[in-house]
């Protein structure tokens, strides 16, 4: 055994890696931490190396984003989503421009991609003081990848926004609709939205025809890929219509009125006025109830200019010819309803005569003649008893009686009882006119001259012959006196209708048309003129039938339009206008005045 004490428990060392880091980091704390003047310099050192890295990071993010040339996919697929598309331009028959694109710049934003978006929406607004603060806020606030800021800015405040310097506010290329001749037929060009979509009118109609399905389909669609559609209208024509018909509704104190030129041989609607417009490159009149296009969509009782109508069905119908009589002496009654002539001659009149007098007693006689079912399809085959289709997509049914009896065609006879469009009217008239081919009016400049070869005939060339000379005997000594403008050889009909209140006709207030064929021994032009509500005014003897105010507008628009039209006054009268008439032994001298 040893003789020495028993030795203590050796001590085991500690983990000295684990020890050392916590006994630094203890250290690097309480440096950091210290107050001593000693320490400072550290500090000062850290806090500089922190905010470096910090703004480094930023300037780094800048800079990528400014040198990038290639948008964000996410965004490039949201601007061609939201970003309008280019438009074909709008020709006026001579090649004047009624509809265009212009680029414009827009304001977009990524919310992802704001820093302070309650920075951005004070700094925006201040350089877009018409927008709403609040709704942009709300705007930059969401989730989504793209939002616009504002469509359409100025080059002014295109610049003020990018001095901004706003990392995700950019611009946007877009394609912007502008119309040169505000109002100038507005109804026909319809407008678009923000999008420069087809909203009404031909422009709804060019999307119709395929425009919108391309951008759907994500064709890039550009100017240069479209084709100038050529209109029929004529804007200095139809600027001309629209002073006279303005000037005339301010005069008669008419609550609003329409007036159209068609082109009887080709269709082509030359004019086309409904008022109130509205400006296009603004239409926030457009959808108000009183400016819709009444040419197209509204329908009325035509009142007597129905009358050209029945009286050649009479005359096709081979039941009269103008040496017929109709006894017109006394009032003619069915049941309770009496109908009876404005202007009463209480006598024999021939069917000249009936239409020069305005007989309602003559032409529902002669309508009764033919017979209920024949008058039903003779107005079918004029395309009254069926929506009228043309390139405009606004139209109107007509308005038939459900119930159609031997009284209804009595009273449709002479105007009453059938709502059409005048668009329909002027077409029926116009065929009536034109040797007697029914032609579907068209919006379209057409090239082709004369347009009966392709259209269905409705009437025989000597029944309308005979309907241009009643109405030009109607001009020199009936109610169309109004357009017997010396040199122009016109012929018309006057039609004045009851307006319907509240299911019952009114004794004192009125729709007046008035239709003039130019010239009726060869007829170019159909005018149209319509006034609603039309007052008396000096001059018209207290009357506010349609020869006075209606007729009167006719008047002025003609003598002012038809040179426009390349139909200048001939004051040298045709020798021989009519030669079927003259052959049925019926004198030349009244229509020759």
């Known amino acids: 055994m040893s003789g020495f004490p028993d030795s203590p428990a050796p001590i085991l060392p500690r983990e000295p890696a684990r020890l050392g880091a916590f006994a630094r980091a203890r250290a690097f704390v309480r440096d950091v931490c210290s107050t001593r003047l000693d320490k400072s310099g550290f500090r000062l050192r850290l806090i500089a190396l922190a905010f470096v890295g910090v703004y480094g990071a930023i300037d780094f993010k800048l800079a990528r984003l400014g040198v990038s040339k290639e948008a964000p996919a996410s965004l490039k697929a949201a601007a061609s989503d939201a970003a309008s598309g280019a438009r074909p331009e709008l020709l006026d028959r001579n090649g004047g421009v009624l509809a265009q694109d212009v680029r414009t710049m827009s304001v977009f934003a990524e919310p992802r991609r704001l820093i302070d978006k309650d920075e951005a929406v004070e700094l925006l607004s201040a350089v877009l003081p018409d927008i709403d603060a609040t709704d942009l806020r709300k705007r930059l606030g969401s989730k989504k990848g793209f939002v616009w800021v504002k469509r359409g800015v100025t080059d002014k405040q295109q610049a003020e926004v990018f001095r901004l310097g706003l990392p995700g506010v950019g611009f946007i290329p877009e394609n912007k609709r502008i119309y040169p001749n505000g109002p100038v037929g507005a109804h026909v060009l319809g407008f678009t939205n923000t999008d ?33 559609i050529a209109l029929s209208l004529d804007t200095k024509a139809t600027y001309a219509v629209r002073d006279e018909l303005a000037k005339g509704i301010e005069h008669f104190k008419a609550q609003a009125g329409s007036a159209a030129i068609m082109d009887v041989n080709t269709g082509e609607m030359i004019a086309y006025v409904s008022l109130p417009d509205y400006d296009p490159n603004n239409p926030v009149d457009a959808l108000k109830p009183d400016h819709i296009n009444r040419l197209n969509v509204g329908t009325y009782e035509m009142g007597s200019t129905f009358k050209a109508i029945s009286i050649a069905m009479a005359l096709e119908s081979n039941k009269f010819t103008l040496h017929s009589s109709v006894d017109a002496r006394d009032n003619l009654r069915y049941g309770r309803f009496t109908i009876h002539d404005f202007h009463a001659t209480h006598r024999v009149l021939t069917v000249p ?27 079918r085959k004029m395309g009254q008893l069926s929506r009228l289709q043309t390139e405009l997509p606004e139209t109107a049914m007509p308005q038939i009686p459900p119930h159609w009896g031997e009284l209804n065609s009595m009273t449709i006879a002479f105007g009453q009882g059938l709502n059409v469009t ?106 149209f003129v319509m006034m609603e509500d039309p007052q008396a005014a000096e001059g018209t003897y207290g009357y506010h039938t349609a020869a006075w105010n209606s007729g009167d507008v006719c008047g002025k628009i003609m003598e002012r339009v038809a040179p426009l039209l390349n139909l200048p006054p001939n004051l040298n009268l045709p020798t021989n206008p009519f030669p079927t008439v003259a052959k049925l032994g019926i004198g030349m001298d009244s229509v020759l005045r």
Do not use: C
């Open 196 to 228: 420069n979509q087809g909203i009404a009118g031909i422009e709804k109609w060019v999307d119709n025809q395929g425009l919108g399905d391309l951008k759907g389909a994500g064709f890039d669609v550009t100017p240069q890929d479209l084709k100038p």
């Open 353 to 379: 005569e009936v239409f020069v007098h305005s007989s309602n007693i003559g032409t529902a006689k002669m309508v009764m003649a033919v017979g209920v079912e024949g008058h039903k399809a003779f107005l």
């Open 422 to 527: 005048p668009l329909q009217a002027i077409m029926a008239v116009g065929a009536l006119a034109n040797g007697g081919y029914e032609i579907t009016p068209t919006f379209l400049k057409r090239d082709k001259p004369d347009f009966r070869d392709e259209a269905q005939r409705v009437i025989r060339p000597e029944v309308s012959e005979e309907l241009r000379y009643i109405m030009r005997l109607n001009a020199t000594i009936g109610s169309a006196k109004k357009i017997d403008i010396p040199g122009y050889f016109a012929g018309g009909k006057t039609g004045t209708a009851d307006k319907l209140i509240h299911g019952h006709y009114s004794s004192d207030r009125v729709n007046t048309t008035f239709m003039s064929v130019v010239p009726a021994d060869k007829p170019k032009y159909l005018f």
